[in-house]
């Protein structure tokens, strides 16, 4: 567990996974005492390929993400070890986590009206991310801005790099969010429930959009949803998580075909099938 | 665009005209016939009469009004004559009492006031919006209560006990400061700086407790906004993610309440003025009411009301410069 | 990659849910919660305190053998000019608080009056400003369109008016009467859209909500709609509103009486009181300080009250 200085947090360690956590978890305090919303998860994610975590509201899995980016809310303590390329995240300053957010981690939320400033244009947003880790002239940044407009698909982007928040619709919305967050070329990305305030179609856009970008930038992804369904579009491994616990792991296949825990099977019972019976349901999710 | 600014101003005219129409009402059936206060002492029913001639008085309730209305236009004469008084556009009245338009009267003592406001304003502006980021930024913390308890208090005391308790404890107990007097600026400029002192610290506690309190209120909010985490997540420096992200949506609203106080402000502190003996607008007003002289008052509701019209207006225009959202959607 | 539709998801986050759209906090858990703040303890404290102190005025006064209007010349000192006997304003076992310079009425006796007035003129302003805010602010919430126009209309003409001017030009020139039902219904008129605008806010929230669709969809008429759905989920808000009006009327009655066109002498009423103490106050500064404290007292301990009551209130709706 080395802290190196920051600069070196760029260099990868020679043959090391791009992320690797171990027996992460979360503590909150409460009135009743403290509380672990994430108990003991442990996983890892290479380059280029995408880690699906499934789980219920409350299962953890934001909060796992937000353990990752050092951005726990204000009284969150995290243990364990989380690695990003070989050198550990946790007890990390908030001065040198800055130097990892966006840069070499960058993250996209669920709603990307709210997780836009509605007072500035998204050609600033996004420069003053730009700037903020490469520095240059705001004419480059802005250069670098339109491009990342345009990869992801936005129409008319050397005007539209002026509009507002409001302006846009809710998928263009989470493309610019997408921009935002790949104009660094951050080496993983992890995505929380990035479809889930948008229209079944727009959602088929994004997934779409997300795994052409993997593609073509062998950006690792963490791809954080309750949706079964779109787990298994997206992801190689599955994570699933229940009451801040991992209960299952392992690749798409092995879930979806041969789910071993209860609670697993459980919620593939959930989804309803074309050749299921009309008058049964098998069990609820709970 | 300029057609929402068209249909704004066009319903700033009609509220002011209605407030015009309310007020001349109310005053006309409620207020002492000024004839006999003119007429005075050695009175007869014939003189009374003349006098109400001449005011126009006895002219039906619309005329009246009518008259009134374009007097503020185009100026008026009462009466005919060699008795005949001009009071020029525009003629928000004319004192019978006091023998002066009051136009004028509001005129000479606007500075007082504005000097009042803009002091007051500038000191308010400043422990609000500071002291309410302050609370904010350290939320829970010494520092956040102790703000908070202050502005509770500033809140809860009445703006004319803090002025005697202010007076009493600077000028009669410490003697740090002289009693307030009447000067101009040119005259002593330390002298006038003392008077206003305390009435720019009375009026601003009160200002700055309210103040402070909402921006924080503000500030919380925004800082627990989603795209405050999304700010952070791309890795921002802190001061600059406070800075730029947290203090537009934050302070907009306070600009717009801030229009409308001033506003109010600067058609006259009442209490404030009457307590220091500030010769401000706010004081011929308590003084004009309690002469009962009705032209007065009337001329100043219709000048706050006026002043109060005009700033939401302004105030709603710039909303609409400030916050991205309300402007026109194109695309 | 087939595209499979998300209503299979396992357990959908509630999108969109309202501040207000969910259940009415419980009111025993909100007490419990409150209780737990000194702040909270010490203002209700006082407000039982002053209240008592107002229903039990005359009480007090034949406990201490002084009304509010008995003068008592033994206990001011009519050679220096009318100043209290003893230190700080005249205090003694005779008067506990002391006596006005220049007829030498006990204090304390008139506090406790005066409460009885301020209060009774606050709490009459609320109920009636609260009662008509929220039907005023329901009505142009609920139902919208024509309604909606022609009451925004009035509330935004009221609150254009420079009020303070005009109740007390409005005050000056009505004749004595009965100065607190003027002063009440003076109140009331320029105070009832504060509580509307808020009202109609939230009810225009609530109109959209899941559950008035669910009631307007069985067919339910609307009247019953109002009461049964949106109402109850005010609950919160009207009493914090209610709560903050309290202090505000008793400020800006004291302010009008301060005037001289509020609660007229010989009544006493703590603004007039401190208005009377004005020409006193660089000898007998007890004169504006006690009924000022008084005042400041219970207006911090209102606002107070209301300040936790909407910080539980918000929270417990955030929570459910």
């Not at chain 1, 889930?196 to 593609?215: G, K, M, N, P, S």
């Amino acid at each position: 567990m080395s802290l190196a200085s920051p600069r070196t947090i760029s260099i990868p360690v020679p043959g090391s996974t791009l992320l690797e956590v171990e027996h992460l978890t979360v503590t909150f305090p409460t009135s009743a005492g403290p509380v672990d919303v994430v108990k003991d998860a442990s996983f890892r994610v290479e380059s280029g390929d995408t880690l699906g975590i499934v789980g219920e509201s409350g299962s953890g899995k934001s909060m796992t993400s937000l353990a990752i980016m050092g951005l726990l809310p204000r009284g969150g303590t995290a243990t364990g070890s989380i690695r990003l390329n070989g050198h550990e995240l946790l007890g990390r300053t908030d001065r040198e986590m800055r130097r990892v957010r966006g840069d070499k981690v960058a993250m996209v939320f669920q709603d990307p009206l709210s997780s836009l400033n509605p007072y500035y244009t998204v050609g600033l947003q996004i420069e003053e991310a730009y700037r903020a880790h490469n520095g240059g002239s705001r004419r480059n940044a802005r250069t670098v801005t339109i491009e990342a407009l345009e990869r992801v698909r936005i129409a008319d982007a050397a005007r539209r790099v002026d509009h507002y928040p409001h302006q846009f619709s809710g998928g263009m919305r989470q493309r610019i969010m997408i921009a935002m967050a790949l104009c660094l070329e951050p080496d993983l990305l992890i995505a929380d429930e990035p479809t889930t305030a948008l229209d079944v179609t727009v959602q088929a856009q994004i997934l779409d959009l997300l795994a052409e970008l993997q593609r073509e930038t062998g950006t690792g992804m963490i791809f954080i949803t309750h949706d079964l369904a779109v787990v298994s579009q997206v992801a190689q491994d599955v994570l699933v998580m229940k009451d801040g616990a991992q209960v299952e792991s392992g690749t798409a296949e092995e879930i979806f075909s041969n789910p071993r825990a209860a609670y697993t099977r459980a919620l593939l019972d959930a989804l309803p099938r074309i050749d299921d019976p009309f008058d049964e349901l098998k069990g609820a999710a709970r | 665009m300029t057609l929402t600014i068209l249909r704004r101003v066009l319903a700033a005219v009609g509220v002011l005209l209605l407030i015009s129409l309310f007020t001349f009402l109310i005053f006309f059936w409620l207020s002492p016939d000024p004839a006999v206060q003119i007429c005075g002492k050695t009175c007869t029913p014939e003189r009374i009469d003349q006098i109400r001639t001449q005011l126009g008085l006895n002219l039906p309730f619309w005329e009246q009004y009518w008259q009134f209305l374009s007097g503020i236009f185009t100026g008026r004469t009462y009466g005919e004559g060699a008795a005949a008084i001009d009071c020029a556009a525009p003629c928000l009245g004319f004192s019978f009492q006091t023998n002066e338009s009051v136009t004028d009267m509001i005129v000479a003592r606007m500075p007082v006031s504005v000097t009042l406001a803009i002091g007051a304003a500038l000191l308010w502006l400043l422990a609000g919006i500071g002291g309410g980021l302050l609370s904010a930024v350290k939320q829970g913390t010494g520092w956040d209560r102790g703000v908070m308890m202050t502005a509770l208090a500033g809140i809860s005391l009445p703006n004319y006990f803090v002025a005697l308790l202010l007076q009493y404890l600077l000028v009669v107990q410490l003697r740090w400061l002289p009693f307030p007097q009447s000067v101009t600026f040119a005259e002593d400029p330390l002298l006038w700086f003392q008077s206003y002192l305390m009435p720019w610290l009375v009026l601003a506690f009160g200002y700055a407790a309210m103040y402070s309190r909402i921006v924080r209120t503000n500030v919380i909010d925004t800082l627990g906004q989603n795209f405050m985490r999304t700010a952070r997540a791309k890795g921002l420096d802190g001061p600059i993610v406070l800075r730029r992200h947290a203090l537009r949506p934050s302070l907009t609203p306070v600009v717009t309440l801030f229009g409308m106080d001033f506003a109010g402000l600067l058609g006259g502190a009442l209490i404030t003025e009457t307590v220091f003996g500030l010769n401000g607008v706010g004081k011929l007003t308590a003084d004009s009411i309690a002469k009962n002289d009705q032209p007065v008052i009337m001329g100043v509701t219709l000048l706050a009301a006026a002043l109060v019209v005009v700033a939401n207006m302004l105030v709603d225009v710039a909303y609409t410069y400030l916050d991205p959202r309300v402007r026109v959607k194109s695309a | 990659m087939s595209t499979v539709p998300s209503e299979l998801a396992v357990e959908t986050e509630p999108k969109g849910v309202l501040p207000t759209g969910s259940a009415p906090t419980p009111a025993r858990r909100v007490i419990t919660t409150l209780r737990k703040s000194p702040a909270v303890v010490v203002s209700v404290c006082i407000i039982v305190f002053i209240v008592l102190l107002a229903v039990f005025a005359p009480v007090l006064s034949a406990i201490t053998g002084w009304g509010p209007y008995d003068y008592d010349p033994s206990a001011i000192d009519s050679d220096l000019g009318g100043i209290p006997i003893g230190p700080l304003g005249g205090i003694s076992a005779e008067h506990w608080l002391g006596v006005e310079p220049g007829n030498g009425r006990d204090i304390l006796v008139r506090v406790a009056y005066g409460a009885r007035v301020s209060l009774m003129i606050a709490v009459s302003a609320t109920l009636i400003t609260t009662t008509f805010g929220v039907i005023m602010g329901m009505i142009a919430g609920f139902f919208g369109g024509l309604a909606d126009q022609v009451i925004s209309r009035v509330m935004d003409f009221l609150m254009a008016f420079p009020s303070l001017i005009f109740m007390i030009a409005l005050l000056s020139a009505l004749p004595a009467g009965n100065r607190p039902a003027l002063l009440v219904l003076v109140l009331s008129i320029f105070g009832w859209p504060y509580t509307a605008r808020v009202i109609r806010g939230q009810t225009m929230s609530l109109r959209n909500s899941e559950f008035v669709e669910a009631a307007r969809a069985s067919g339910a008429r609307p009247l019953k709609i109002a009461f049964r759905e949106v109402l109850p989920n005010l609950r919160g808000t009207i009493i914090v509103l209610a709560t903050l009006a309290v202090p505000s009327y008793i400020g800006t009655e004291a302010g009008l009486s301060f005037l001289g066109v509020g609660v007229m002498p010989p009544t006493p009423s703590w603004g007039q009181m401190i208005s009377t103490a004005v020409g006193w106050y660089a000898v007998d500064p007890m004169f504006f300080l006690i009924p000022g404290t008084f005042l400041f007292l219970t207006v911090f301990s209102f606002t107070v009250l209301g300040d936790n009551l909407r910080r539980v209130l918000d929270a417990g709706d955030a929570a459910s």
